[in-house]
């Protein structure tokens, strides 16, 4: 398996594993290219096609008296095609994640994950944060 940064050649692939729709491939190419530097993709290679992508967002806090320069990391929108599961795809894939951040010198990297892929995220080096807190709007 070959894990690698992705970028706007892999628009295609990186497109299908999040469902979006081949007539809206050419927006999400050119979205992937407007944030090619907040937004990093990686993707796992098996015998040359991409079987999994992972992104990670890396944005910055507001600066402090301790530092100016405050970045953190944020992973989203994991996906392994169904097929491929199973085999160390996501894990070699939030293995170079964060390997990513430590080379950034990340403060720190969040994940917001679905209830079934928890232990999946625990068995990776992440821990529950009791400061972390979500708001979100009232359905109306």
Same mark, same amino acid.
């Given at each position: 398996? &070959? #894990?690698? @940064?992705?970028? #706007?050649? /892999? %628009?295609?692939?990186?497109?299908?594993?999040?469902?979006?729709?081949?007539? @809206?491939?050419?927006?999400?190419? /050119?979205?992937?290219?407007?944030? %090619?530097?907040?937004?990093?993709?990686?993707?796992?290679?098996?015998?040359?096609? #991409?079987?999994?992508?992972? =992104? *990670?967002?890396?944005?910055?806090? #507001?600066?402090? &008296?301790?530092?100016?320069?405050? =970045?953190?990391? /944020?992973?989203?929108? !994991?996906?392994?095609?169904?097929?491929?599961?199973?085999?160390?795809?996501?894990?070699?894939?939030?293995?170079?994640?964060?390997?990513?951040?430590?080379?950034?010198? *990340? *403060?720190?990297?969040?994940?917001?994950?679905?209830?079934?892929? !928890?232990?999946?995220? *625990?068995? &990776?080096?992440?821990?529950?944060?009791?400061?972390?807190?979500?708001?979100?709007?009232?359905?109306?």
């Amino acid at each position: 398996m &070959n #894990v690698r @940064k992705g970028g #706007v050649a /892999d %628009a295609a692939a990186l497109a299908e594993l999040r469902g979006v729709d081949g007539h @809206k491939l050419g927006a999400y190419a /050119d979205w992937v290219a407007a944030h %090619a530097d907040t937004h990093l993709p990686f993707v796992a290679e098996l015998d040359g096609r #991409v079987v999994g992508a992972a =992104w *990670l967002l890396v944005a910055q806090r #507001v600066p402090s &008296n301790e530092s100016m320069g405050r =970045w953190y990391g /944020d992973v989203q929108s !994991v996906a392994v095609r169904e097929e491929y599961r199973g085999r160390g795809v996501g894990g070699a894939l939030i293995a170079a994640i964060l390997a990513e951040a430590r080379t950034r010198g *990340l *403060l720190h990297v969040t994940v917001h994950s679905s209830r079934r892929a !928890v232990d999946f995220y *625990l068995r &990776n080096g992440f821990v529950h944060d009791r400061e972390l807190l979500l708001w979100e709007p009232p359905a109306s």
